[in-house]
């Protein structure tokens, strides 16, 4: 079977750094993407982890243990506009499952 | 980068009537298209994934002679919701999977369509 598993929801103060945790049990794996969706809009990609370690792309980073099944999703300097849900995606090993977690929804506080 | 559109953006439809969704890679071919679906408050379900030339898959619980899915070119795939009724009403959302093989933006959201059933 497959679990992903967010919190539903985070609070955070504008500037202020944030984590959102993503843990996953898939039968396979290969990769795993982080996405960020405004309400009644499509999600946008973030960040992609295949390997163990941070990738960091301007505010975002992602992290990613394969041991452990776990990622996270750091955004700094928060801003406004930041409010969004992020969704945690583990694609399956054949490329074509591509499974979400329930998403975390951001409320950027001023 | 990549570009999926989808068309209509929304669509209010009577209950017991047929609606289509288009999914469209503009710059793109993808051999694989993937429709989900949101509900409010919700993470995206994978329906099914569109293979071009052949028979979608469907995921466990979706029922193919409702959502009919056809794939008839790399760039085009749609979404027919029949005999649509109020709890089909949801934000439809197809994505495209890159032909050429780039892993990392291996799949390309379109806008979403926001189907109304009344």
């Known amino acids: 079977g497959q679990n992903i598993d967010q919190p539903t929801e985070m609070t955070a103060t504008e500037g202020a750094i944030v984590q959102i945790n993503c843990t996953y049990q898939?039968?396979?794996?290969?990769?795993l993407f982080w996405y960020q969706q405004h309400a009644g809009e499509a999600p946008t990609f973030l960040s992609y982890n295949v390997l163990d370690g941070l990738e960091e792309k301007g505010r975002f980073s992602s992290f990613l243990s394969r041991s452990k099944g776990y990622s996270y999703l750091l955004l700094k300097e928060l801003q406004m506009k930041d409010s969004a849900s992020y969704l945690c995606?583990?694609?399956?090993?054949?490329?074509?499952?591509?499974?979400f977690g329930p998403g975390t929804r951001l409320s950027v506080l001023p | 980068g990549a570009v999926v559109s989808q068309h209509p953006s929304r669509v209010i439809c009577k209950s017991g009537t047929s609606v289509k969704i288009e999914c469209r890679s503009l710059d793109f071919q993808a051999t694989t298209m993937f429709w989900y679906r949101q509900f409010p408050k919700q993470s995206l379900m994978l329906m099914a994934t569109?293979?071009?030339?052949?028979?979608?898959?469907?995921e466990q619980g979706v029922e193919k002679d409702k959502f009919l899915i056809n794939h008839a070119s790399l760039t085009l795939s749609t979404l027919t919701v029949t005999s649509a009724h109020p709890e089909d009403s949801s934000f439809y959302i197809c994505s495209a999977r890159d032909s050429s093989g780039r892993v990392q933006y291996e799949q390309y959201f379109g806008p979403g369509t926001r189907l109304t059933v009344t």
């Open positions: 898939t039968s396979g794996f290969n990769g």
């Open positions: 995606a583990v694609r399956g090993v054949y490329g074509q499952n591509f499974v």
């Open positions: 569109s293979n071009e030339g052949s028979k979608a898959t469907y």
